[in-house]
């Protein structure tokens, strides 16, 4: 080969360099956040309106020992022990939960949410199995946490957290037990230093709440969720910032609080959820006499409908009389010129669509394998609370509105789903393809509309600089469900309108809850 | 003349079903190769389908999608630098459709593709000869097509570099053939901001994993028809599996172990031109499709400069 060919030749075979120095690891987007820096650590917390604890003492926690016992001091050293010689693994525990509990759980819960996210596959008979929770590691695993399951976890889970730590804050007030860095000046805060006092510890607190949650929402992942619980409460007594004492009257109060929620959650109407044929059935019955044309699944083999009697899950910040008040009147009548209009609409948005609409579809799709909308809003949120240094207590109550809005969305969507039982798009015209799956529910309104207006509205509340952007997320996101041909203008519209008004009661409570 | 660069086409194509839409033709996987000025450009039309797919190991159909069928048309080029040094060149407009569901299809340009293969090496052997063959290929999608609507998207939108080292020995009208491949890929970016693998991801950056080929054929090189039987072999390197009726995803394990049967014919009336006709199909996979494909393409050869009449044997040298 000449010489003049090697120009060539040899910078092509040294592309060999580039698996060597592009580095391909990738990271999350709160691998490297600082620990938690509170403007305000909200000392007066204890006093803040609970959502199912009676008192914040409801739980007693025993007064813990004075600093200058030997009890005390001889705990000091399980931190002393850790503290001579950390390895760079505990190092990233520590680095990893300091940046927050409510924030680190929040991510865990979408986690869950994405592993359990996905619907059954069917038998040979082309029936569909039913996750059970009584065998829950039985195929098709416990829970299937599609969105209105996934709402229902995140709120339990957040409001659960938000009363054990009322609770929390009630008791360090009450006795006022300072941190160890603030006791020994020779252990080392890989916290942020503050005057919050550390008895009992609000890691241990939500560690053992969390945990202890499982039981209701994800029994096959009690044993992971554990462990994680373990290694928070390791991390804080490594971080310096609780003594074991600290973590074990934490645990234990969070773990009382839990079975408050547990106990509430077994009776809430959700494991009625599913339904039975015969409500299956009825659902068409019904639709078909009032002269309408029914929805009927889209899948092959055909499956029941999802969840359709979450409509009467018990709400936490709404009764039943503001639910059935909140559902909004009927869409467009099968047939109407109005449906014509509006199926025409659709099928010109995905006759040739956009690289652009594509994009927004996907962006928002939050489908079956995925953490869900309320688990998107809940990214969202965290996102922007990172930058606002709320203190655990605050962290835990925003999460808890935003989480209880979008339950109680859940709640009202799918009251209205069932009550009209209309038909997507791709029934009316088979024509409509889809660029995202159609889930397996009724149309009437949007579920996605639904809840991005109520999260859009409870926390343009809670940020106000925000609002308008958080408004103008939740008209993209309801757009993108029309957008990809699952939906129709009334749907979004009437949906939006819907999750403002749900919104608007997350707005009240948070009103009136004592942390403003 | 032109293979469609199994890989990155095959694979970024078909994404369920791996190996590839083989178009024969010379190219990147075979010991082909134009002489010196010579240049060969050509259209090929690949047709690929599945209906059986893995998800992990797991083999079945999926009643949303029936048969999912993908459609190309390739423009290639291949020029002849010397006769032991050239550079190829194609890119494909691809189209996707499922038979059943409501998925809509996908179509757009895919991605381009440049190689440079390179022959240092050919020895006569007592009975036969023997060459040796490097080519190093790179390919990137030309536009920002969706990658996150498998098994609807178009490709998987990595940026690729391969190696790849090749023998091919010939004896008579007999030649069987070997080669190995290293594909580096780049990593892909989504639009959605999370996604779940084995754990959540809180990013919209997906870490790709790398692959390895293998390639054998046996065949017959005559005057005016070149046929051959291959076995391609697809590895990659990581990866997670398609979980239990969740849809596939960019950066799935994917293997592939396909059969194939090529032919590639010269017109004797006019030896510029050359048709050919290749079919593979998937025998056995891991989150791929059991896609069977058909190509058809033709082409067409000269020289650039004014040169002594084209022969048949001049055109299917090997060195």
Known sequence: MKKKYAFLVIPAFLLILVPFSCKKTISGATANIPALDAGNEDLNAGNWKTFLLSRPDSFAVAAPSATNSTAYLAELNEIKGYQQNLSSSQQQQIKYWVAGGVLRWNEIMRGLVAKYNLPPYQEANGTYPIPNSNNPFAYPLFPFANPPYASRAYAYVSAAQYDALIACWYYKSLYNRPAPYKVDSTIKAAVTVTALPSYPSEAAVLAGVTAEMMKLLFPDEIANIEQLAIDQEQATIMAGAAVRSDIVAGEALGRQVADLFIARGRADNAGKAVGTPANWANFVTQTLSEGQIPWYSLESPQRPPMLPLFGSVKSFLIDSETVAALIPGPPPASGSQQMIEETEEVYNYVKNPSRDNIKLVEYWADGAGTYTPPGHWNAIAAADFIQQNYSEIRWARNMALLNLTLMDAAIVCWSTKYKYFNARPSQLNPSIKTLTGIPNFPSYISGHSTFTGAAATLLGHIIPARAAAYMQMAQQAALSRLVGGIHYRSDIDVGLQTGISVGGYAVQRAEIDGAE | ?319
């Open chain 2, 1 to 319: 003349m032109f293979r469609i660069h199994n890989l990155f086409f095959g694979i970024t194509l078909i994404l369920l079903s791996a190996i590839a839409p083989e178009v024969q033709a010379q190219t990147d996987n075979d010991a082909i190769m134009m002489n010196k000025q010579q240049w060969c450009n050509g259209i090929t039309y690949d047709h690929a389908q599945w209906n059986d797919y893995w998800e992990g190991t797991f083999k079945r159909t999926n009643q949303n999608i029936g048969t999912l069928t993908t459609q190309s048309v390739m423009a290639m080029s291949n020029y002849g630098i010397t006769s032991n040094l050239n550079l190829l060149a194609g890119v494909p407009y691809v189209w996707t459709d499922a038979s059943a569901g409501t998925l809509h299809g996908m179509k757009g340009f895919q991605d381009l593709s440049l190689f440079l293969k390179w022959k240092p090496i050919t020895v006569d052997l007592r009975k036969g000869q023997l060459s040796l063959f490097a080519i190093v290929g790179f390919s990137t999608p030309t536009n920002n097509y969706e990658i996150g609507f498998l098994p609807m998207s178009i490709g998987l939108g990595s940026t690729n570099i391969m190696w790849r080292g090749m023998a091919y020995y010939r004896r008579g009208i007999f030649f069987v053939r070997a080669s190995g491949t290293y594909i580096w890929r780049s990593n892909v970016s989504l639009d959605q901001t999370s996604y779940y693998t084995t754990q959540l991801n809180t990013t919209n950056q997906v870490e790709m994993p790398n692959q390895l080929t293998f390639n054998g054929s046996v065949g017959i090189y005559k005057k005016y028809l070149i046929a051959e039987l291959m076995v391609d072999n697809l590895t990659t390197l990581g990866g997670f599996d398609i979980r239990k009726n969740d849809m596939p995803f960019v950066s799935n394990r994917m293997n592939a172990t396909s059969i194939g049967a090529h032919v590639k014919y010269t017109f004797p009336f006019d030896t510029h031109l050359s048709v050919l006709a290749a079919s593979n199909y998937v025998l056995t996979g891991r989150n791929v499709g059991q896609t069977l494909d058909f190509s058809i393409g033709m082409f067409y050869a000269f020289y650039l400069k004014k040169h002594a009449p084209i022969s048949t044997t001049t055109l299917n040298k090997t060195n």
